[in-house]
C-alpha cells in the first residue's frame, strides 16, 4: 500500500480521533462570527494507516502527543521546518521491526568486506543513474568517462570514482548557470536540491527502520555527529531522481527561489513510478525493496543490493 505524504503549511491543530489525524484551522476554531456546524465541517480527517510522511512546516502548528505516539505507532516520518522553510528535523519510531533486537545485532557485526561490496554496488548505481539524468537532458555532454567510471568501481570505492563523476556531473548539469557549486550553502538552485533530499532521506530511513534497520549505522557515512548514516548511504542512487525534477525547474528558469508550488512537486517524490528489480513501482514502495534487500545481505541471504535504475 502506497502511504500519503501530507504538509502543513498554516497554522492548524492536529490531534487524533478513533484512529484518525483530526485537522483543524485555529482562524476557524477562534471566530466567534462562525456557527457551530460551520466550524464543524471545516474539520478534515485522515486516517493514520495512511500516512506515510508528514512536513511540518509552520511555527503555529500544535500536534498532540496522541497524535506523535499514533504516527511512530505506524512507522510514519514526521518532517520539521525551520524559519527559512526548510526541512530540519526528522522524528521516526525507536521500535519498527518485530525482529528490530536481532537485526540491530547483524547490523553491528556486519564484516568490513560486505560493507566494500554493498558500498561498491551504490556507487555504481549512483553513477549509472548520473550518466542516465545527463543522457536525457543534456545530449551533447560526452558520457562515455561516467559509463568507464561506473564499470571501474571496485570494492569500497577506494579511487573515490563517486567524487570524480560527482564533480563531472555537477559541472555539466547545469551549464547555464555560471559557475554552479554544489552545497548546502551555495547559490540556487542548491536549496531546491537540499529540499528534494530532506524528502528522499525521510522516504528512505523510514524503509530502512521499517527493516528493522538502525538508520545511524551505516556502511560507509560515519560522521559521529549524523544520526542517519546508513539513509545517507542507501539514498545515493535515489539522488538522481530529484535531481531530474530540479533540472525541469532549472529548465523553467523558476529556481531562485523555493515556492509553494515546487514543495508539491518534491511532496510527490515517494509516489514518483521508478524502476526496480525489473518492474516499475513508487519510489516509496522501491525504498521499502532496497531496505528489505539490505537486510537480506547482512543476513546473507542475498548479495546483491536492489536499486530503482533510471
Not at 23 to 52: M, Q, R, S, W
Not at 134 to 159: A, P
Not at 284 to 304: F, H, Y
Amino acid at each position: 500500500m502506497i502511504k500519503r505524504t501530507v504538509y502543513f503549511g498554516n497554522p492548524a491543530y492536529l490531534s487524533m480521533r478513533d484512529k484518525q489525524m483530526v485537522v483543524k484551522l485555529p482562524e476557524v476554531e477562534t471566530c466567534e462570527n462562525l456557527a457551530d456546524d460551520v466550524k464543524k465541517n471545516a474539520v478534515a480527517t485522515i486516517p493514520i494507516e495512511d500516512l506515510g510522511v508528514v512536513v511540518l512546516d509552520h511555527k503555529r502548528i500544535t500536534i498532540t502527543q496522541g497524535l506523535l505516539e499514533a504516527l511512530l505507532a505506524n512507522n510514519c516520518a514526521v518532517i520539521t521546518c525551520d524559519s527559512t522553510h526548510m526541512p530540519t528535523g526528522l522524528l521516526l519510531p525507536l521500535d519498527g521491526n518485530t525482529l528490530q533486537s536481532e537485526r540491530f545485532r547483524k547490523q553491528v557485526d556486519m564484516s568490513l568486506p560486505l560493507k566494500k561490496q554493498l558500498w561498491q554496488q551504490t556507487i555504481q548505481t549512483k553513477i549509472s543513474n548520473q550518466k542516465s539524468v545527463l543522457q536525457k537532458f543534456r545530449k551533447d555532454v560526452e558520457i562515455g568517462n561516467m559509463r568507464k567510471w561506473e564499470t571501474d568501481v571496485r570494492s569500497g570505492d577506494v579511487m573515490n570514482l563517486e567524487a570524480r563523476a560527482a564533480a563531472y556531473y555537477w559541472k555539466n548539469l547545469f551549464p547555464d548557470i555560471p559557475g554552479f557549486v554544489r552545497g548546502r550553502e551555495e547559490q540556487p538552485p542548491n536549496q531546491l536540491l537540499n529540499y528534494g533530499y530532506a524528502i528522499l532521506r525521510a522516504v528512505v530511513a523510514r524503509a530502512l527502520v521499517g527493516a528493522g534497520l538502525l538508520p545511524t549505522l551505516g556502511i560507509h557515512h560515519h560522521n559521529r555527529y549524523n544520526a542517519y548514516c546508513l539513509a545517507d548511504d542507501i539514498m545515493e542512487p535515489y539522488r538522481p531522481f530529484v535531481d531530474e525534477l530540479v533540472y525541469k525547474m532549472v529548465e523553467s528558469k523558476d529556481y531562485l527561489q523555493l515556492s509553494k508550488e515546487q514543495k508539491m512537486e518534491f511532496l510527490q517524490l515517494p509516489v514518483k513510478e521508478v524502476k526496480i528489480n525489473g518492474k516499475r513501482s513508487p519510489l516509496m514502495i522501491a525504498a521499502q525493496m532496497t531496505a528489505v534487500s539490505l537486510m537480506k545481505c547482512i543476513n546473507g541471504e542475498s548479495r546483491k543490493l536492489l536499486y530503482p535504475i533510471m
